[in-house]
């Protein structure tokens, strides 16, 4: 991960396997913002007060 944008989206650079043997570009990719993800987590029917923490979570 490289970063978070001001949308809470996480990013994250991504190297192929192939750039030691051809010329390849790194990947960039958006995740799903934390609040959207916790929002889909509760029309799921899961308690998002669960997530209120990172920590412990192995």
Do not use: F
Not at 8 to 34: M, T
């Amino acid at each position: 991960m490289i970063g978070i944008n001001k949308e809470g989206r996480r990013i994250y650079l991504w190297h192929p396997w192939e750039k030691g043997i051809a010329l390849v570009e790194p990947y960039v990719y958006k995740d799903v913002s934390i609040y959207d993800y916790l929002q889909e987590l509760a029309k799921r029917g899961e308690n998002i007060e669960e997530y209120k923490s990172i920590w412990y979570y192995y």
